[in-house]
């Protein structure tokens, strides 16, 4: 009885929640999970947290040095629209992922920042007393503090302005002045749980209620990949949008062989997954949604009932289920996880991409990218390399085949802003033609510099993590392609006219180290040797000669 | 023949490099490099330590700021006795705070401001009455003197009768200040829930007459936001009144009530300080949630104020909506917190205020004069901490910066003394300048940087160098006094034995 009267109060509060439209602007929240079991026994979870700010517009840089208006607001966090402010930043992307995307079973996450480590990007006006790179550096330290993660370290020596990969994803409003792009990433940077907690307090239901209080931090970095992202930008006649996610793919026959010895099953529910149920719904979201994308020849049976359905997936609507809320998804017919040995019927994106660093010495090496078409039909991909000057290019060794044959008309570089060492990283931009369904491999010679004693990191040996190289697939005609065709994880509403972007795996490359007790070697080396020749010198200068007569005195004289 | 017998007793001591004086000038040029290099090499090593300004810290010593006060009593000059009497009795104990009284009859209407103040009879009844800068009351003739100077006193130096708890309340100076609103609920899926609130609204209503009347001491920038899940770190004592079940703050929860590993209410973007106001709502599970006094008995306060942090109200089951009028009663409660938080001090017992404004202007004065006292008394004691920690530790460098902030106090804090007799807003301005000035030259970052560095580690990098071409020099000059002596000795044994016999005495005196 008590619980019924609760939940009928909930769904009130949850109406009255739309319609609160006390503030300056109009705020609304929802909260979406979309989970997609995978073909190798995976299943890739992502949760999305979206706060609408309506009306509201990025800041003018110009204004910058005047006093800002008052910051009220009911669910938009706080501490990110001051920082937002702060710096009038347009747009602002960041993530942090742990893991390498596996783009060839899992095809396209559903947030496409997935590299390896920490990047961010940043959009904003230049124009107004302080400079783009003020604010960079601003923004970079504020959000360093922010979510606990070294991002001080995005330093000038890894800020390029890709503007080929990294186009903005909302609109950027009309001004007079132009706009400009900064963009860092950190390979080595790793998430854990102390970035986990200050995000879920940006949310305004924390992990306490809602779709939110399934992120465990216990189950979501135990997870084979993992990653957290804000994505801020602005929509024109929309107002500026918030979205925070969290991807996550778990490995549920992992966890079943944990429960039940013997057999291995792709069965899971929430309670498996994530150790915990929704027991209650947030109730400040407008929204509160669990996709769940399954194809329907798929045998698998879900439980509870699915509120609505579509074409790509079936919706759970957590408002108005019944709390708690635990979904299973059970394959009654595949009583033990058979692993597929066989590759995927159809390719699950549009291109496939190896890079490999190779090369056996510490002072030079060869950098292979091999680049597959899956399509049937040619296809231009936009590709960026954010080269530290750890590793520098020699461009001029550029060498393109095609399926064995020399191609290089198939390579057109946009742009290229070669490396400073100690200062600027490599930025190379390019456009490759993409035959169908060929593989274009490309080659170049690199150099790897010598670095400063006090360059090394702490733990030099290990060698350098270096970004990944980003993949930006266009139509023959550069428009994008859209969803990739025959594969059934395709439609996702939320791309709504983003680029898909891929990421190839980190790289790691050996540089030359020195035996870091070498300078106090080479102090005492030379010291002696110092001490030795002056010793040598001063004697030399100094010694009193004296004829030391061996014979006896005075030997008679013989006429 | 004699040619070969020439060459057999050829001495090298007689060639030119090998003379006894070439030798001591090449190991004295050596020794007289060495000597010229040491104040390069002493230079090159040593740490920058620019000279700070001590005796002109020293020389303020426990100079205070003065401010002079003006009173005039608006009575007939019959009463002239009174004015010396409240001169007399004034005059020793408020000069030990700081100010400078002067007191005069005068009929006619003197204006009054900052540091004038009238005193009438222009009431019938024997209360006291304030009006911009007047003190009012009954009549003078019947008045004590020391009733007079009584109230004036506790007018003027209200916080001389300040306890340590209501001092530590205030927040510390600083001219720009961050007002963060929270509505906070304790968990909002529980039912009892605020959701939204008409803030912008209730603080321009009921705030911001007192936020103007502020201005010319702080700045502000407002915030505020909403948290819908916000746990308590324990658990309210639950009590039973009246057949109802109700749940009580204990004096130790309250000291404890900020959960602040939970509840997002800083943020980092600025370092202005912050206080922070909170519309507490307990959850359905913790409604009704009162404070209970030392006996654990309820209290019908539902509102305190935590030191130097801000104040927080709670309230019990509210709506989802809170519009401005539901917020009229929390608001006045936070604006009381804002001024003792502020360090707006109250009214002596009998004195009313009479006017528009939330505050008299005599309290506003108190409190720009205490305020420039204090940032004169903070920014004084800092350049003398910094003084004596830079004559302490030898090893930290003092930068060109730390010198111009701790100069630039330095004539901050004289201008301020130098104001203070005209306008206490100029003063106050001077001092926060000072205050400002003195602690960013106390927490300069440069001040640190060599001080992790040791001597020692200098020296085991030296040493190896330095031992080892120093050795063969010293024996060099060792040696060249030995040779210098045994010459010296055998000139004296010389000159002895060719007047040997003549003068034995002598002889032995040169032995």
Known sequence: ???????????????????????????????????????????????????????????????????????????????????????????????????????????????????????????????????????????RNALAGLFCASLGSLDDQRTTSPTLTFRPEGHLPQHNYSYQLRHATLPSEHVCTENLTPFLKLLPCKSLSGIASLLNPHRLFDADWHGLGIHVRYVRDTGVEVRLSFQAVFDPVRYSSDKKRGTITFDWSLHSLFDRTIDRSCPVAQSSKIFIRASNEDSAKLSPEPTTSDKHSVIFDVLKTPKPLDIAMTWPDEPVFQYPLSPPPSALTHLAIQRTLTGPNQSRGHLTVSITNNE?????????????????????????????????????????????????????????????????????????????????????QRGWDLPPAVFIPFGVDGEDLGARTGSNHSGNPRHDGRLHRLYSPTLLVDLATPDFSMPYNVIIMSCTLIALIFGSVFNLLTRKFVIVSLRPETPKVVE | MADVGNALVFDPAKLTFESIWTRRKIVASYWIAILLATPLWWKTTSIDRLSLPGSRVRSLGSRELLFPVDIAIATPAAHSRLSTDLLTSLQPALSEQGLSVTVDVDETIPSTGPGKYRISSRLHESKWVLQDRELCTGDLATLPANQLSDVLMRLLTPYTSWSSSEAHRVVKYSPRLRLAFTLLNEDASSGAAAISWELENSVQNYLNVTLDRFLVLHNFTIESQVQFHAPLAFQPRTLDVDGQTVHGLTQEDLTVFVNSAEWTLSSSVSNDPVLHFVLFIPSAEHSPLYILDQNGVLTSSDAFILPQWGGIVLLNNPPY??????????????????????????????????????????????????????????????????????????????????????????????????????????????????????????????????????????????????????APLVAAILREVMVWRKARREAAAATAATTRGTQPAQRQRVD
């Open chain 1, 1 to 139: 009885m008590i619980l019924d009267y609760r939940n009928t109060l909930l769904v009130i509060l949850s109406l009255c929640s739309c319609q609160v439209t006390a503030n300056l602007f109009p705020e609304s929240f929802d909260e979406e999970l979309v989970l997609r079991p995978e073909r190798d026994g995976r299943l890739v979870s992502r949760f999305a947290f979206t706060t609408v700010l309506d009306g509201a517009y990025p800041r003018d840089p110009e204004t910058l040095g005047l006093e800002d208006h008052a910051q009220h607001y009911t669910l938009f966090p706080l501490a990110l629209g001051q920082l937002l402010r702060e710096y009038a930043i347009t747009e602002l992307h960041l993530t942090l992922n742990a893991g390498k995307w596996n783009y060839e079973n899992w095809g396209y996450p559903e947030e496409f920042g997935v590299g390896t480590g920490a990047e961010l990007w940043a959009w904003m006006g230049d124009a107004g007393p302080m400079s783009v790179d003020e604010r960079w550096t601003g923004l």
């Open chain 1, 376 to 460: 049937a039909v040619p296809i231009k991909a936009g590709y960026l390399e954010t080269m530290p000057w750890l590793l520098q290019f020699y461009l001029h060794s550029l060498k393109v085949t095609s399926n064995g044959t020399p191609r290089e008309d198939l390579v057109s570089i946009v742009s290229y802003v070669p490396p400073v060492p100690h200062a600027r990283p490599a930025l190379l931009q390019a456009l490759i033609s993409l035959p169908a369904n060929s593989t274009v491999v490309l080659t170049m010679d690199v150099v790897k510099p010598f670095l400063r004693y006090t360059e090394h990191p702490p733990d030099a």
């Open chain 2, 321 to 470: 909506h809170l519009t401005t009028s539901m917020l009229h009663n929390p608001f006045s409660t936070f604006r009381h917190q804002l001024l003792s938080l502020l360090g707006v001090p109250g009214l002596p017992p009998g004195v009313e205020y009479d006017g528009s404004e939330p505050f008299s202007d005599w309290q506003l004065d108190a409190l720009v004069r205490h305020r420039a006292q204090e940032n004169f008394v903070n920014s004084r004691e800092t350049l003398n901490s910094i003084v004596a920690l830079v004559k302490q530790i030898d090893n930290m460098p003092v930068g060109r910066d730390v010198r111009d902030d701790v100069q630039g106090a330095l004539t901050a804090l004289n201008n301020a003394l130098a104001t203070a007799r005209s306008s206490s807003m100029t003063a106050l301005k001077y001092s926060s300048e000072a205050l400002t000035l003195s602690s960013r030259a106390f927490f300069n970052p440069g001040m640190l940087a060599l001080l992790y560095f040791p001597a020692e580690h200098k020296y085991a990098v030296y040493a190896p160098l330095f031992a080892a071409v120093v």
